[in-house]
């Protein structure tokens, strides 16, 4: 059992609240890969923002724990109990990259953490930094945050594949029950998508809308094809807003014929789209988007798709959320080929600790921090990734950049 530090305090729950003290000891996964080195940075990063900000009054308590290749190291499997339980009892964490065992017997450690833990919410904001390169004209326009579905969909996919036994009876089955005609040589997969899954995921997404006060909470779906998947997480989300947060949102149809199209005061509009105008929409009326909700695919794709007007991956935060469990991580991989060469952009990494510190409630920590990365950006001090995309900027390694934006603090 690995021991927590004696020098820090737990984070609780308190009702339905957390109670964060003022030296929280926060689990933390190095991570695989270039985690080594973007998490180093990350944490002088965070450390110094915290510093700035609140003086000796608050400190975060790092409490290293172990997944994937120093826990194999460690303790012989890559998943180790002690990491779940430090992360159950300690409630908040960050972690690095992971890689996956090649037939070490799990499909994703990353899944697995999602799904051992019920962290069944993705959640990818996605911003601009003004001197970012960007494929897109009016790259500011992008200011989403993505909430995922994080358990269901094809994480919890169930296939059979081509040519098994066990594929030939699904399609026996199939065919003779429902008189389908699937083709005798296809492999086949399975996907569920239910009420509690949906619900759970949409209600969080409304009430960080309320508490952060958004605008507009778009359900993005396939339902005009997947009709008692996708339709119905659309269906659901509809009735769940109208169940539990009648005062607070209206749905489109309602603005439309109750309205006349003009927005009540003080009301979030909950709309749908469906996913593939939503990838055409998210490029041509970009700033019509504010919070949406997507389950598990859905969600995938178009994080990345938003994340590529505005930088790509390195720029690109995200979080794990249950009902008080967090997750913060990189939304990258490991990049192996990078590893221990202190150059990649610690970025993702980075903001999604900022996530995370607004977690606590510790905002003024992370808007410090935002605003020292978008100075530095402008001084164009950048990592290899944005050096070479950007006309007269200076190449600096990973921890030169995380020295540059403490630097930029004010």
Known sequence: MITPPADGEKITIQGDKLNIPNKPIIPVIE????????????????DAAVEKTFGDEKKIVWFDVYAGENANAKYGEWLPQDTFDAIREF???????LTT?????????????????ELYACVRPVMYFEGVPSPVKHPEKMNVIIF??????????????????EVKKII?????????????????????ISITGT????????????????????????????????????DWGYKLAAREFANETISEDDLWSKFDGKMPDGKILVKDRIADSMFQQILTRTDEYDIVCTPNLNGDYLSDACAAQVGGLGMAPGANIGDHIGLF?????????????????P????????????????????????????????????TYDLERQMEGATKVSTSEYATQIIKNMK
Not at 330 to 344: C, N, S
Not at 355 to 380: F, G, H, P, S, V
Request: hydrophobic residues 40%; contains cysteine; positive net charge.
């Open 31 to 46: 991570g695989d890969g270039i985690g080594r080195d973007i998490m180093k940075a990350t944490r002088r990063v965070i």
């Open 91 to 97: 409630i908040v964490a960050l972690k690095g990259p």
């Open 101 to 117: 065992p090649v037939g070490g017997g799990f499909r994703s450690l990353n899944v697995t953490l999602r799904q051992v833990l």
């Open 148 to 165: 995922r579905e994080n358990t269901e969909d094809v994480y919890a996919g169930i296939e059979w594949a081509q040519g098994t036994d």
């Open 172 to 192: 026996d089955w199939l065919n003779s029950t429902f008189n389908l005609s699937i083709r005798e040589d296809s492999g086949i997969g399975i996907k569920p």
């Open 199 to 234: 619900e759970r995921l949409v209600r969080k997404a409304i009430n960080y809308a309320i508490e952060k006060k958004h605008s507009s909470v778009t359900l993005v779906h396939k339902g005009n094809i997947m009709k008692y998947t996708e339709g119905a997480f659309r």
């Open 329 to 345: 991580e990189a939304t990258h991989g490991t990049a192996p080929k990078y590893a221990d060469k202190d150059m990649v952009n």
């Open 347 to 382: 970025g993702s990494l980075i903001l999604s600790a900022c996530m995370m510190l607004e977690y606590l409630n510790w905002d003024d920590a992370a808007k410090t921090i935002y605003a020292a990365i978008q100075e530095t950006i402008k001084k164009k001090t950048v």
